[in-house]
């Protein structure tokens, strides 16, 4: 059984960087795109980035490009989100998720598999 496990999250100020890590087991991670996802409070779960099995191909939402990175360790199972320049409205919990391909989606619905979250609260 494929399980995600985020971890990295807290709380920041402003202006502050922060990596999160995503360490999948149970299945085989390299040949899938992986993604992040974020929801805040009252509002839908978002896409955030994603990346293709092999990391050749990534996607951004308009309101992170330019601050964060998605990137990828294949021989470690892991997927990580680079973020910098942290705003308040990036608080949120972020999920990362593992997709049906190995073609990286910005579409919820492309995802199975799902992390439990963690949590991000950036003050200003």
């Known amino acids: 059984q494929v399980q995600l496990v985020e971890s990295g999250g807290g709380l920041v100020q402003a202006g502050a960087s922060l990596r999160l890590s995503c360490a999948a087991s149970g299945g085989t991670f390299s040949t899938f795109a992986m993604g992040w996802f974020r929801q805040a409070m009252g509002k839908e779960r978002e896409f955030v980035a994603s990346?293709?099995?092999?990391?050749?191909?990534?996607h951004y939402a308009d309101s992170v490009k330019g601050r964060f990175t998605i990137s990828r360790d294949n021989a470690k199972n892991t997927v990580y989100l680079q973020m910098n320049s942290l705003k308040s409205e990036d608080t949120a919990v972020y999920y990362c998720?593992?997709?049906?391909?190995?073609?990286?989606?910005?579409?919820?619905?492309?995802?199975?598999?799902w992390g439990q979250g963690t949590q991000l609260t950036v003050s200003s």
């Open positions: 998720a593992r997709s049906y391909s190995s073609i990286d989606s910005m579409r919820r619905s492309e995802y199975r598999y």
């Open positions: 990346i293709s099995w092999n990391g050749y191909s990534t």
